[in-house]
């Protein structure tokens, strides 16, 4: 068949199936019509057939080179289909599947599909971790598998010498985890103390009793020491003595105490004494009663030691207070001082502790009987 007649049988052939549907035909029985067009158009038929089934065929070989395989691994779960789609977008949408930022996808999204090789997708969801650090609390969305894993990526992590509480740095990230930062620091540091300075103290016969002069200064030295102290949250928890060293050595200080003894008289004068002692004291006077010699006799008026009796001296137990001491005379009760006196006299009935005051009058010695007296010997110097 040519095709020219090719062309005419197709039109008389679509025409006598439009008159079939449409009209003439149909006025016989069904089954006789049939029967009629089947034999009379059997050969255009087969024809047509074949023509469709190519058709069919060649839709089918189209679709099967175009569709791709693809396994898609969500978290564990694991979907295999056939798409017709070009990009892994496109494949997740056909099976609505989301993708979220924080989810780790093996390939980017817009990866055109492998025609001839089966393609694997793997996806591992993101979840919640809380890392409380510094005072704050931090939600970390992570895919990975450790703990150690996921703080590489964290915006907050462990540095140098920090602890990490809560979970080891090998065990599985879970969702919802609760870790906690320490942060921890470790640091010399130097501090200076004060060394006290010595007060040496020595005597100065000078001084009165009670009394003290600083003859140099004292100063204190520094020490240093330094400590390694080891802090978390900015709380010490520890402090290690390391060493220490002596930046300046201390100044003693000199120091001078008086050892004269003193005595507040009476009259407000200040005796300066080295000595006291009790004793009893009389009086006595340059008359013959007392010294058996009258005006005009050898030696009448003058003291052992070769002086002249006057008011001041008085005579002593050489063995008890040597003759030529100065004195001060404190007389016990109502009775004035006798005052400042020198021993420069003795007597026959002047023995131990006991003094002779002298007075130039007769009746004051005689009225004066015997009283208890403080003999203060003074300081030489």
């Known amino acids: ?12 052939t679509s025409q006598s199936l439009i008159s079939i549907l449409t009209g003439g035909f149909f006025l016989l029985p069904l089954a006789k019509n049939i029967k009629r067009w089947f034999f009379s158009y059997r050969k255009e038929l087969l024809i047509v057939m074949i023509a469709v089934a190519v058709s069919a065929g060649a839709g089918l070989g189209v679709f099967a080179y175009l569709e791709k395989d693809v396994i898609i691994h969500d978290n564990g779960k694991v979907i295999a289909c056939k798409t017709m789609k070009d990009t892994v977008r496109k494949t997740l949408d056909q ?26 997708i793997y996806i591992k969801r993101a979840v919640p971790v809380y890392i409380t650090a510094d005072g704050i609390e931090t939600k970390i969305m992570s895919y990975r598998d450790t703990v150690e894993e996921m703080l590489k990526d964290s915006p907050v992590k462990p540095e140098g010498l920090d602890r990490l509480m809560g979970a080891a740095l090998q065990d599985k990230v879970s969702s919802d985890m609760s870790l906690r930062i320490v942060r921890v620091s470790e640091n010399v540091i130097s501090e200076k103390e004060a060394i006290p300075f010595t007060v040496q103290k020595r005597a100065n016969s000078r001084l009165d009793s009670g009394t003290e002069k600083v003859v140099e200064a004292g100063q204190e030295g520094i020490r240093e020491k330094q400590y390694k102290v080891v802090t978390e949250d900015g ?22 105490f008086g050892t004269v003894l003193h005595y507040k008289t009476s009259r407000g ?12 004291a009389t009086a006595y006077t340059a008359s013959f009663e007392d010294t058996g010699k009258k005006p005009g006799d050898r030696n009448f008026g003058v003291t052992a030691t070769g002086i002249k009796a006057k008011k001041g001296v008085i005579a002593v137990d050489p063995r008890v207070i040597p003759l030529h001491t100065r004195v001060y005379v404190e007389i016990a009760g109502s009775t004035p001082d006798y005052g400042y006196a020198v021993a420069e006299d003795v007597g026959g009935a002047i023995k131990g502790s006991k003094i002779d005051l002298y007075y130039d009058s007769l009746n004051y010695a005689k009225s004066f009987g015997v009283k208890r007296v403080k003999v203060y010997i003074l300081q030489e110097n």
């Open 1 to 12: 068949m040519n095709l020219t007649k090719m062309a005419s049988w197709h039109k008389i």
């Open 269 to 280: 004068d200040t005796v300066r004494y080295k000595k006291v002692m009790d004793m009893r």
């Open 95 to 120: 099976n609505n599947i989301t993708v979220n930022t924080c989810d780790y996808i093996n390939m980017a999204l817009d990866t055109r599909l492998q025609r001839k090789n089966t393609n694997e």
């Open 235 to 256: 709380n010490e928890v520890s402090k290690l003595f390391l060493a220490e060293s002596v930046l300046r050595d201390p100044i003693n200080m000199i120091m001078e």
